[in-house]
């Protein structure tokens, strides 16, 4: 089992900042790839970025490429998501979660451990 929980969501202006975290507690950190995904009001819930155990590979969805960063520390059981140049349209519930395994996933489906989820909101 892994426990995730989401921290740093809030409201921003078009153009700001924000840097979401991601906790996790339980079994072995280092196995697992995390990904976040996001789920605007209606919409599916969507990848946004992923990276693998080591922090050595990551991966983004096109519309935040050049814009977010994901990064973890394997130390502090943590993973970040480094969010700028923020637009009104990445308004949506952020959720960050775990996958064992030995590739990348980009789907939810492929994902077994989910945090609860924070809010970011973007003013335009």
């Known amino acids: 089992q892994v426990q995730l929980v989401e921290s740093g969501g809030g409201l921003v202006q078009a153009g700001g900042s924000l840097r979401l975290s991601c906790a996790a507690s339980?079994?072995?950190?280092?196995?697992?790839?995390i990904g976040w995904f996001h789920q605007a009001p209606g919409k599916e819930r969507e990848f946004v970025a992923a990276?693998?155990?080591?922090?050595?590979?990551?991966y983004y969805a096109d519309s935040v490429k050049g814009r977010f960063t994901i990064s973890r520390d394997n130390a502090k059981n943590t993973v970040y998501l480094q969010m700028n140049s923020l637009k009104p349209e990445d308004t949506a519930v952020y959720y960050c979660?775990?996958?064992?395994?030995?590739?990348?996933?980009?789907?939810?489906?492929?994902?077994?451990?989910w945090g609860q989820g924070t809010q970011v909101t973007v003013s335009s």
């Open positions: 979660a775990a996958r064992s395994g030995l590739r990348v996933g980009f789907n939810r489906y492929e994902y077994g451990y």
């Open positions: 990276i693998d155990w080591s922090g050595g590979r990551t």
């Open positions: 339980g079994r072995t950190f280092t196995s697992y790839y």
